[in-house]
C-alpha cells in the first residue's frame, strides 16, 4: 500500500507540475518557427511569408497583442492569416492592436470557426473522439467588423471561397482559400469560378482553417503547390517523443503541425500547419507545444 500511495503521490505531482508549466510559463512562450522551401524559379528572389494562425486574442491578453505587433519588424514580403482571430466577442480591438502595424504588407486571409461563433466551454476529452461539433446556441460574432480591419484598414484580400492573383516581389502568385471546412464551409464552385478567372502565376497557394483531408485532396487536385493551414493548434498539449494526440480533424497526426508534403493521386504540394499563437480562453494551457507562427522563405531552387 505504501508503494502504491508513493507512486500515486508521485503521478500527482507531475501532472501538477506539468499543468503550473502548461498554463503559467508556456503558453507565454512565443516563438516564431522558420521553414525554407525552394520552390521559385532559380536565379529569382525569395518570398518570405509570415503564416500567422489561431490567434484567439481576448481583450485582456496585452502580452500576445504585443507580441504580434512587433513580427511586424520582420519585415514580411506576405502575411497569410489562417483564421480564428477572436477569442472573445469583444476581442475586435486587441484584433486591431496586434494586426494594424502590418498595414500595407500584402496579405490573404479566411475565417476560421472562432471569427463566426463565439466560444464556448468544452470538455476537453471530448476532443479524444473526434473533431469538435458546433454548438447551434453559440452567439455569432463581429465578422463583418473583422473584415472591415483585415481588408478594409489593412489591404488584405479574403479568401471565403476566392482566389486572387497578385506580384510579390516579381512573382505573380495565385490564391485560393475556402470559408471554414471545420463546419463544412467550403464551396468549391465558388472556388473554381474564382480560380477560372485568375491569370496565370508562377505558383498556386491554397489557403484553408481546418486541414481536413478533403480540402487538402481538393487543392492538390486544383494544381496548389504549397498549403497553408491552422486550427489543430499543434495538438495543443503534446507528449514528448510521442507528439499530438489529437488534431481537431482528420489530418495524419504527424503532420498535425509543421511543414511537411501533402501527397494525392500522384501529386504533392508543401503543406505548412501552424500550431498557432493562442488557445481557446477556457482551455488555458499548451504543453511540449508552444504558441508560435511561422516565417516561410519560399526560396529559389538550386540550378540543375
Not at 91 to 103: D, E, K, N, V, Y
Request: aromatic share 6%.
Amino acid at each position: 500500500m505504501g508503494a502504491g500511495r508513493g507512486a500515486l503521490t508521485a503521478v500527482a505531482a507531475a501532472g501538477a507540475l506539468a499543468a503550473a508549466w502548461g498554463i503559467g510559463i508556456e503558453r507565454y512562450r512565443f516563438r516564431v518557427r522558420t521553414h525554407t522551401v525552394r520552390i521559385l524559379a532559380p536565379g529569382s528572389d525569395p518570398i518570405r511569408v509570415l503564416h500567422l494562425s489561431d490567434l484567439h486574442l481576448a481583450p485582456w491578453q496585452r502580452r500576445k497583442r504585443e507580441w504580434i505587433a512587433r513580427l511586424a519588424s520582420l519585415r514580411p514580403d506576405l502575411v497569410i492569416d489562417t483564421g480564428d482571430n477572436f477569442g472573445h466577442p469583444a476581442a475586435l480591438g486587441a484584433i486591431r492592436g496586434a494586426l494594424t502595424p502590418f498595414a500595407g504588407t500584402p496579405g490573404v486571409h479566411v475565417h476560421g470557426s472562432n471569427d463566426i461563433w463565439a466560444p464556448k466551454p468544452r470538455n476537453p476529452l471530448r476532443y479524444l473522439i473526434g473533431p469538435s461539433q458546433k454548438e447551434q446556441s453559440v452567439p455569432p460574432l463581429d465578422t463583418d467588423g473583422l473584415d472591415a480591419v483585415l481588408e478594409g484598414e489593412l489591404g488584405w484580400f479574403g479568401l471565403h471561397n476566392d482566389g486572387v492573383a497578385f506580384d510579390v516581389r516579381g512573382h505573380r502568385l495565385r490564391f485560393i482559400g475556402t470559408d471554414d471546412p471545420h463546419h463544412d464551409r467550403e464551396d468549391w464552385d465558388a472556388v473554381d469560378a474564382a480560380r477560372g478567372e485568375l491569370p496565370d502565376g508562377e505558383l498556386t497557394i491554397g489557403v484553408t482553417h481546418a486541414p481536413y483531408r478533403r480540402v487538402l485532396d481538393a487543392f492538390v487536385d486544383r494544381g496548389a503547390d504549397a498549403i497553408f493551414a491552422g486550427h489543430t493548434h499543434g495538438g495543443q498539449v503534446r507528449i514528448p517523443g510521442v507528439g499530438a494526440l489529437v488534431a481537431n480533424c482528420d489530418i495524419p497526426l504527424a503532420q498535425a503541425r509543421g511543414l511537411s508534403a501533402w501527397e494525392h493521386d500522384g501529386r504533392s504540394a508543401v503543406l505548412n500547419v501552424s500550431a498557432g499563437v493562442g488557445h481557446s480562453i477556457y482551455a488555458p494551457v499548451r504543453f511540449a507545444c508552444p504558441p508560435e507562427v511561422s516565417l516561410v522563405t519560399l526560396a529559389p531552387k538550386r540550378p540543375a
